[in-house]
């Protein structure tokens, strides 16, 4: 199975952090029809999500982005346009780091 491991580091705090974490899962769940289930923390917040062929895990903390993802079989065969499309989107929503 193969899995992406994408990180990204920012400026924003971690109430920043949070802010474009839940905007990257509502385009999670309506884009791509993930369920997402979240765990808010003291200094960092955990996202599990998953759908058919796809899970992962997106960690927020006040200075770090870190999200993993395994593909499943059919997906794998694309997982370097899925990992490009992923950190482009990343770099959209966080913006650029100083």
């Given at each position: 199975m193969p899995e992406l491991?994408?990180?990204?580091?920012?400026?924003?705090?971690?109430?920043g952090a949070r802010a474009v974490a839940e905007r990257w899962r509502d385009q999670?769940?309506?884009?791509?029809?993930?369920?997402?289930?979240s765990e808010p923390g003291e200094s960092e917040d955990r996202m599990r999500f998953s759908r058919s062929g796809v899970s992962g895990e997106?960690?927020?903390t006040d200075t770090r982005f870190d999200l993993q993802l395994k593909l499943g079989f059919l997906l794998g065969a694309y997982s370097g346009k899925i990992e490009e499309k992923i950190k482009a989107n990343?770099?959209?929503?966080l913006g650029p780091v100083a």
């Open positions: 491991n994408i990180q990204r580091r920012h400026n924003l705090g971690l109430n999670a769940e309506q884009e791509w029809g993930m369920a997402c289930e997106l960690v927020v990343l770099d959209e929503l």
